[in-house]
């Protein structure tokens, strides 16, 4: 595969392969399509399972879902809380249509997708609590820039809410976390992957 083909691609060059698979997620099932060109094709991926069955919600707001693929952290968070209005965001423009066909085939009214470079489509909006299972392969510079530029676009006391695997970054990445914040806490532990937390508070720049 080349790098063309690679899922932060903003258009990927393959030929779409389209396949449906279904997960069971918080004691929900969900149906997503996916496609050839996006993260994960075949099964919803371990780090996104843990995120989704250990993240915390807020009661009502504004959540963001960064780097969204297929959309099934997005899905899941507006389908467990129909008070959240969730923003997904993408680069890639296969992953956006195959999210925006999700949300439909997931019958979620309170969701939508938006495609561009992490915060670049909701510059002008804040959150009460971001999600990401950030694009590893895309290089650490991109899953810090999803850490140190998130407090600009979050609401007091909101949530920034990641998950990685511990091998690749994993300690760089907490410090990156403390460093931004000032707090950081591991949510859950499983498989290799490790979810963090960080709260942002009035100091937090």
């Known amino acids: 595969m080349t790098n063309i083909d690679h899922y932060f691609s903003e258009k990927p060059k393959s030929k779409p392969r389209y396949g449906l698979i279904k997960a069971f997620l918080r004691g929900k099932t969900f ?18 399972k843990l995120l989704i069955e250990s993240m915390v919600l807020p009661e009502s707001g504004l959540v963001l879902d960064v780097g969204c693929g297929y959309g099934a952290i997005g899905i899941a968070a507006a389908s467990l809380n129909p008070k959240l209005h969730v923003v997904m965001v993408d680069i890639n423009e296969r992953a956006v249509k195959l999210a925006r066909r999700n949300i439909e085939l997931n019958k979620v009214y309170n969701a939508e997708v938006r495609r561009g470079n992490l915060y670049e489509p909701v510059k002008d909006m804040k959150f009460n609590c971001i ?5 590893v392969s895309a290089g650490l510079a991109t899953v810090k820039a999803i850490i140190t530029e998130a407090p600009k676009h979050m609401a007091e006391k909101a949530t920034l809410q990641m998950v990685l695997r511990s091998k ?6 907490q410090q990156t976390f403390q460093e931004t914040f000032g707090n950081c806490t591991i949510l859950a532990r499983e498989s290799g992957y490790r979810v963090l937390m960080a709260e942002k508070h009035e100091n937090t720049t």
């Open 131 to 135: 999600l990401s299972n950030p694009p």
């Open 31 to 48: 149906k997503f399509l996916t496609a050839s060109g996006v993260f994960s094709k075949k099964r919803v991926d371990l780090g996104t």
């Open 168 to 173: 690749i970054g994993g300690k760089r990445i």
